[in-house]
């Protein structure tokens, strides 16, 4: 397919949230920030949807949640590389910085905001992003620096996967087996083998055990 090249002078955005309202309220958002700088927003809502879009258009910079159903957002920026390998890809989460900023960077993001972040910030993370920059927060770069500088011990959490600590948040917001499941578009069947694991890795034994590790840790949302 022939992708639809999008040049007006203005910044071309897809956002890519489960979450209708927030999509619509973040389009909002940026087409009435007052300095004309955005242009051509679209939305997707699930994996499927968003490598369409992606497949379709170029667009100049992708803002994406880290948590979707299915296929989570760390784990669509291989794919967003393959689709469209010049998008920037700004993540924008409810998840603090400390549980999965410096992995998606690892893994390709351009930068990490949290979703409490400002409107200027988001703003001109968006225009460093698509200039070609990185956008690191304070916060990020103070762990970012923290975690050069100190090269001490992994905690047992950093071993897991982003589906398995996505999990065990799940877990500690009070879920179950079958709504994390339905949540995460997955079989039951699944998520008690991702119990499994994160049990093993983090040497415990119950579920109640990932409530208490997690609570502990800050894992939860």
């Known amino acids: 397919m022939i992708k639809m090249k999008i040049r007006s002078g203005k910044l071309s955005i897809l956002i890519i949230d489960d979450h209708p309202i927030f999509r619509k309220g973040l389009a909002r958002l940026l087409k009435d920030d007052g300095s004309g700088r955005f242009d051509i927003i679209d939305e997707a809502g699930d994996r499927k949807t968003a490598l369409e879009k992606l497949d379709s258009a170029d667009f100049d910079v992708v803002l994406m949640d880290i948590s979707m159903p299915g296929r989570n957002g760390i784990e669509l920026l291989s794919d967003i590389r393959r689709f469209s390998p010049k998008a920037r890809v700004l993540m924008l989460s409810i998840y603090p910085e400390e549980q999965y900023a410096i992995q998606s960077i690892r893994n390709g993001a351009s ?10 910030e988001l703003f001109n993370a968006i225009s460093k992003v698509a200039g070609g920059g990185l956008y690191i927060s304070d916060d990020l770069a103070e762990l970012m620096t923290r975690d050069l500088v100190a090269g001490k011990r992994k905690k047992q959490h950093e071993l897991l996967s982003v589906r398995e600590k996505e999990v065990v948040t799940r877990f500690a917001s009070g879920g179950t087996i079958k709504n994390i499941a339905a949540d995460l578009c997955l079989s039951p069947k699944t998520i008690s ?29």
């Open 193 to 221: 083998t991702y119990r499994g694991r994160i049990l093993t890795k983090l040497d415990l034994r119950t579920t109640a055990d990932i409530i208490r590790y997690a609570l502990k840790e800050g894992l939860n949302a």
């Open 111 to 120: 930068g990490y905001l949290n979703k409490s972040c400002r409107p200027e």
